[in-house]
């Protein structure tokens, strides 16, 4: 899978492509950054911007709708 180059387990590749798919991109963006905190050992506001960056690239639309929906709500 082209995502492992950045050095994510095909495991959490296989369920962020799941959650993202179902419509659950932000328990994907959690399950992400506690990887991120737990195994890389960075910081949480580093990588709150990189789950970002992340789902930006991997899965435009989804984030996309998420935001959409988030805004609705405010």
């Given at each position: 899978m082209e995502q492992n180059k950045i050095g994510l387990s095909d495991d959490l590749v296989i369920l962020l492509?799941?959650?993202a798919l179902n419509g659950d991109i932000r328990m994907a963006g959690h399950v992400l950054q506690a990887y991120?905190?737990?195994f890389?050992?960075?910081?949480?506001?580093?990588?709150t911007r990189f789950v970002i960056l992340y789902f930006e690239k991997h899965y435009p639309k989804q984030l996309q709708r998420y935001?959409?929906?988030?805004?609705?709500?405010n």
């Open positions: 492509n799941r959650l991120i905190i737990r890389w050992k960075m910081e949480k506001d580093v990588t935001l959409k929906k988030r805004r609705q709500r």
